[in-house]
């Protein structure tokens, strides 16, 4: 998950001169903001500082985000005709800021703490580029799949191609592990996800898997069908907080395993949290690999203390195990 | 689910001139409407037309439904003295005019068909109660739960309680079924089911089935912890689209099982449509028992020739089997 945001004052401040795009869009603040969480807590990681939708633009979609709103997507796909008129971007040229605020800070951690670069899974990237932005239902994406199947399928190749090219390019850039995100995929059942999905996931995984360093498939909601998900590849597979990860251990045998707070967790009193982020390392083991994150994006009420002591017990717990 | 609502043409007219806290407290309204859907579709059972926030007014929480947003509550629950301040509320006196309705719309079905009724289970209502709305993060509910636990419990106790009482009073006006809905618990983990909830669900659903008809326990979200959520008791448990039933089976096996289909399905092109209900009749089997429904509300935009095309195609396959 993002790591800076708004819980945490310093990127509010920076937030009241530049717009999350300005910031995105120019390395400098980029670094700076990836870097802010680790001056404040023993974290393992950095993660990029950038947005799902950024690779819109170069595609010729445009967006922005609205106050409180989330984004919007001022000419979403809507036609099969939208499908084939989408630019090919080459991220080399096109996202060169992201690529560039990845080398900033690989560059600026050197060998003190690995830097994870991330992009969105097709289903999730198509289902913004369809929706025009966050959606409850998803009825539009589920309608275009459904009644434009080959439009669709070309929509998701498309995506599984580029994206995977955009983690081959931040991999390149310094990145040392990276993400794929399908925050919505759980929109879907599994049937739907089989049909429609799991070959272009697998593909994009495949893909970026070839780019040497190790991949978290990461999605939410699929706490029903999280044999298939996982079946689509990557050497962790990241799972919000509806799944017991005893249970999922059980089904994931050769795959690591990444989550799964609840960031709404971070909001209870310290002896709860702490109860509850115990309860999730004794679940989760060590075998074959495990790492301890939220089950999905922090929340902007987040108190800063309860940050730091998650990340205090997981450490003393990871030197005690 | 509510088989009445806004894809149909009829339902739409009268809510031309009446809203829908107007129909839910018109005995004759709420009859007429819950009868619609049965005078186009040769459907296998009614479901009383209600809605689940309504014993929210006589507990002390004043809402309405505001166009396009859902339901708001005005004095939402929002310190531990709000909890104490609930009015303990008396479905024969409080709700008479949905046991009214009930009674209605049992003498019109006579044997022809039977009458579900419903309610909200114990964790859905104090959402409702907490967040004064719909919600994406269940921020408020969550933060109420873990820092007032004490009062978090005797909500639920209360909710519990009362809707038991509530569905039992159904159950004595002539439902010959009834639905708890835990509409929103998908937004727990198993964690947090398993301490903040399925206690309150269990007695609920323990003190319903005394009412003596068959009792099904609805839920979207649980297919990361299935098995503990089955454990609360019900004739039935009926499950949203993101479960695969064949894999529900493998865990439900002294329930029958209700669900599946994803309601954005009914926008897909016929072909589709048929070969996911087929799909879905294949996998659920017959043995407990089983019963073909959507795996969450009918969208508006649902085609009427959609609803007709599943019902025809559920019959068939039943005869068939």
Not at 26 to 36: G, H, K, N, S
Not at 113 to 124: C, Q
Not at 201 to 225: C, D, K, N, Q, W
Request: proline letters at 6%; charged letters at 20%; hydrophobic letters at 45%.
């Amino acid at each position: 998950m993002r790591q800076a945001g708004r819980y945490l004052p310093e990127y509010r401040a920076l937030r009241q001169k530049y717009s999350i795009l300005q910031i995105c869009k120019t390395p400098e603040l980029a670094c700076r903001v990836t870097l802010q969480p680790l001056e404040r807590f023993e974290v393992d990681a950095a993660i990029i500082f950038a947005d799902l939708l950024l690779p819109l633009e170069p595609m010729g979609l445009r967006f922005d985000f609205q106050e409180g709103e989330g984004p919007v997507i001022f000419n979403p796909i809507s036609a099969v005709e939208d499908v084939d008129r989408l630019r090919p971007f080459q991220p080399e040229e096109d996202l060169r800021f992201i690529l560039d605020a990845v080398s900033r800070v690989a560059a600026e951690l050197g060998d003190r703490l690995p830097l994870i670069g991330f992009a969105g899974a097709p289903f999730t990237l198509a289902s913004y580029m369809i929706e025009g932005g966050s959606s409850r239902n998803f009825e539009e994406t589920k309608k275009f799949m459904y009644h434009h199947p080959q439009a669709w399928h070309s929509l998701l190749d498309f995506l599984a191609r580029h994206q995977a090219a955009f983690l081959r390019a931040q991999v390149r850039s310094g990145a040392s592990a990276v993400q794929v995100f399908d925050s919505w995929l759980g929109a879907l059942g599994p049937e739907d996800f089989r049909n429609y999905v799991q070959p272009h996931s697998t593909a994009m995984l495949r893909e970026v898997a070839a780019g040497g360093v190790p991949v978290i498939h990461f999605a939410t909601g699929v706490g029903g069908y999280l044999e298939d998900f996982a079946r689509c590849g990557g050497d962790v597979v990241g799972l919000d907080w509806r799944v017991d990860l005893q249970q999922a251990r059980a089904i994931l045998r050769q795959q690591a395993v990444q989550g799964n707070l609840d960031p709404a967790c971070l909001l209870a009193p310290t002896e709860e949290l702490m109860r509850q982020t115990e309860a999730i390392l004794k679940q989760a083991g060590t075998e074959p690999g495990y790492i301890f994150n939220l089950g999905h994006g922090i929340l902007p009420s987040t108190p800063l203390e309860n940050v730091r002591a998650v990340v205090e017990l997981v450490h003393a717990y990871s030197i005690e195990g």
